[in-house]
C-alpha cells in the first residue's frame, strides 16, 4: 500500500459537500483507507484572480494503485462531479480539482504526471491543509512545516467543521 497525500479544491456549487462525497469515492474507487483529512480551508484564487474563493483541503490515503492508475482514476471522479478538463481555462473555476501531492517518497518526471506535485512549495493554500495532517512529513527534502515558513498564508480562513 502506497500513503498518497492528496489535495482537493473548488469553487463552483456546494464544494464542502463534493469533498465529502468525492473522499468517499476516491476510497471507494482507489480501493483506499483515508488516514486523514484536513480542515476545510477559504482560499483566494491562485493565478486566475477575477473569481469566487476557492475552497481547499488535504487527504492521506493509503492505496494500492500505482502513481497513473491512481491519476486516472481522479480525472473520472473530477468528471463524475462536473469538472470538464478539455473546455476549462487554466485556475479558472472548477467544481472539483485533484491533484496528488506525493505519492510515498516517489520522483517522476512524465509529461502526465510529476511527483511529488511540481508546484507544492510556491503554494500555502495546499501548504496550510497538508499541514494539518502530515506537517513533518519529508516531501522533496522539505516538509510542510518547513515550506510554509517561507510563505504568507494571509487570507487563507479554516472554515469550521461541519455538523
Not at 90 to 115: F, M, Q, S
Request: glycine fraction near 6%; aromatic fraction near 6%; include cysteine.
Amino acid at each position: 500500500m502506497a500513503s498518497v497525500l492528496i489535495a482537493l479544491g473548488g469553487n463552483v456549487g456546494d464544494v464542502r459537500a463534493t469533498f465529502t462525497k468525492a473522499i468517499a469515492n476516491i476510497c471507494g474507487m482507489t480501493q483506499a483507507a483515508l488516514v486523514a483529512r484536513s480542515s476545510d480551508y477559504m482560499t483566494a484564487p491562485w493565478g486566475d484572480e477575477q473569481q469566487e474563493p476557492f475552497i481547499n483541503a488535504c487527504i492521506e490515503i493509503e492505496t494500492p494503485l500505482d502513481p497513473h492508475a491512481l491519476l486516472f482514476t481522479l480525472h473520472k471522479i473530477e468528471k463524475k462531479f462536473g469538472r470538464d478538463r478539455a473546455n476549462e481555462r487554466r485556475w479558472g473555476p472548477r467544481t472539483l480539482d485533484l491533484d496528488i501531492i506525493a505519492y510515498d517518497d516517489v520522483r517522476l518526471d512524465k509529461p502526465e504526471l510529476t511527483l511529488p506535485h511540481p508546484r507544492l512549495f510556491e503554494r500555502a493554500f495546499v501548504l496550510v491543509p497538508l499541514g494539518e495532517i502530515a506537517p513533518d512529513r519529508p516531501i522533496a527534502g522539505q516538509t510542510p512545516r518547513q515550506a510554509l515558513a517561507s510563505l504568507s498564508a494571509d487570507g487563507i480562513e479554516r472554515l469550521p467543521d461541519l455538523q
